[in-house]
Each structure stands twice: as C-alpha cells, then as structure tokens.
C-alpha cells in the first residue's frame, strides 16, 4: 500500500492561488501606443487564437506545482509486514567441517549419507524455526572461520551451511579455535544471553588454543555451550574377507565434549544417527525456547521521485514553451 510520511504538506496546494490574490499585481509599464491605420492587418482567426495558446502553460504549470506537492509528502510504498525478533538472545552454530566428516554413517531415506550431510538437513529446520534468535555460523578444520556474523536473516544462514563442503578448511580438528572465535565475536554483544551449539564427530587435533582453556574463557563470558558428538557406534562393513564391525566414532573424545559443556552450564549430547540428532535440536528448542513475544516491521520503498522528476519535466517544457512564443 501507499503510505505518505509528511501529509500535511499537502495544505501548501492552493499556496499559488494565495499568492496570487494577496500580493498585488504589477502595475504595467505605459508604453507608446501602436497606432494601426487598417483593422484587417489583423486577421481574426489568430485574435481568437491567442487566449488558448496562452491557457495550456497554465495548466501544465498547475499540474507540476501538483506533483512536487505529493513529491514534498514523501510517498512510500510499504511491503508485507515482516516479523522482528525481540527476544535478544545470540546463537552461534559451529560445524566441523574436517575429513572424518565424509564418513558415511548416517542415512537420510534409507540412503546412507555423510556426517556433513545429515547435519545440514536436520539444521536447516532448526535454524528456521530460531525466529527471534541472532544466528551466526563458524565452520572449522585444522583453522575455524567465520561464514556467517549475528544476523536475523536465517535463510541466509542456511543457505552458507548447506553450501560448506568438506575439508573445507582443512583436515584436522581445531576445537578450541572454534570455540576462541565463537568468544570473540560474541563477547561483546548485547545480548540476553549467548549460545554456542558445537558439532564434531572427533577430538582436538589442531589449533592453537586447547578446548578446555577456550571453554574456561567462554565461561567467563556467560557463553553456554551445547556440544554434540556427531557418528554411529559400530557400522557394518564389507571387506575381502567378509563383513565385520567396526566403530566409525572411535576418534571422539566425548570426555572433553563432556568437560566443555559442564564448564559452560550447558550439555552434551550424542547423535548416533539422524533420529537422534533431530531429537537433540527439538530438546535444544525447549532448552533454550523461542521468544513467544514478535514485533513486525514494515519494509519501505521511496516513491518520491517519480512525481518529482516529472514535475520538473513539465516545468521544464513550460518554461522552454515561454522562450519561445517570446
């Protein structure tokens, strides 16, 4: 719809009619008469003819004093309301991106899938029911990064967690990087309250800050961390000499998963397969709820310039008009 920021501006309409009926005319300058000796000199087609040449500059005049009005009111075209988060709470995903992740441990459909994989379809629902949540993505290997800064755009959030890829950044684990970086970027926010969910399927192997020092610091900071342990027990596989099983999660280090969640006030959770893994971001949704409270805002388009740019060019075909009947 239409909205007018500054309606009131449109009292200066009959502004012209004001001036014209308070402020005198000038007076005409008395000139030596021309004295003609024949009437019919002057056809009579072009004395009638005069009035109207001189009638539609004015209307052209009106209808540009018109529109620079409603351009001085600021029309704006407002959007479809769109709901705001109020509930100032900062979450940060971080997602391990090292090569143990391509393990195909998991299925989706009854299709086995990597662990990467099954993180991402079962985020991508989390991460859209998060309205009223400031949500950002770390994603680290052997260095973490940051994808994705605080934001209240979840789509965009689950548009770079479905486009990372494994190895992404490195081979290796660094989780303390992971968790240092998450400390940084949100120590200094605003914020009821700060959260960290940390997926990985092994144990430290890289970085420069150790995974319990970093959880200390992150302590400290009232950062609350939810750790989860990512990969089957015993998986079956093939080989030349038969099937036998095998544990695809013997690299995970639940101990320290465990330490870094119980030094946060958080928790640590085991994702054996993607049921489970659902299970624990519905859980994490009634740990840390979505605030019920919305505010919508309504985004806005200026419209201004079209009415101004035709009043100016009307105004300035009245005013080449007048040069040249002149």
Not at 37 to 53: H, K
Not at 61 to 73: E, H, P, R, S
Request: contains cysteine.
């Amino acid at each position: 719809m239409i909205h007018f920021e500054w309606p009131w501006l449109i009292g200066f309409l009959p502004l012209p009619l004001l001036i014209y009926w308070l402020v005198p005319a000038n007076m005409p300058v008395e000139q030596a008469a021309l004295k003609v000796p024949f009437l019919d000199d002057f056809s009579e087609g072009e004395t009638r003819a005069a009035p109207q040449t001189k009638r539609w500059p004015l209307l052209l005049a009106v209808c540009a004093w018109f529109l620079l009005v409603v351009a001085g009111t600021r029309p704006q075209w407002l959007g479809e309301p769109i709901e705001q988060a109020v509930s100032g709470r900062d979450l940060m995903l971080a997602v391990d991106l090292s090569g143990s992740m391509e393990e195909q441990d998991f299925s989706i459909n009854n299709q086995r899938v990597d662990r990467l994989t099954a993180i991402k379809w079962v985020a991508g629902d989390f991460i859209k029911r998060r309205v009223g949540d400031r949500l950002g993505l770390i994603l680290f290997g052997t260095q973490a990064y940051l994808q994705t800064p605080l934001t209240f755009d979840r789509k965009t959030v689950a548009t770079l967690l479905n486009e990372s890829a494994i190895g992404l950044a490195g081979d290796n684990t660094a989780i303390g990087d992971a968790i240092g970086l998450a400390v940084k970027r949100l120590k200094n926010q605003q914020s009821n309250s700060r959260v960290l969910i940390l997926l990985t399927d092994g144990a430290n192997t890289a970085g420069e800050v150790s995974p319990l020092k970093a959880a200390e610091l992150a302590a400290e900071n009232q950062l609350k961390i939810y750790t989860i342990g990512v990969g089957a027990d015993e998986m079956l596989v093939r080989s030349f000499f038969g099937t036998h099983k095998v544990n695809p999660s013997r690299d995970l280090d639940e101990k320290t998963l465990t330490a870094i969640s119980d030094k946060t006030r958080g928790r640590y959770f085991r994702a054996r397969d993607t049921d489970e893994l659902n299970k624990i971001y519905q859980l994490l949704d009634q740990l840390e709820p979505v605030e019920k409270d919305k505010q919508y805002f309504r985004p806005r388009s200026e419209l201004y310039y079209w009415p101004l740019s035709l009043a100016l060019f009307i105004a300035g075909g009245v005013c080449w008009s007048r040069v040249k009947l002149s």
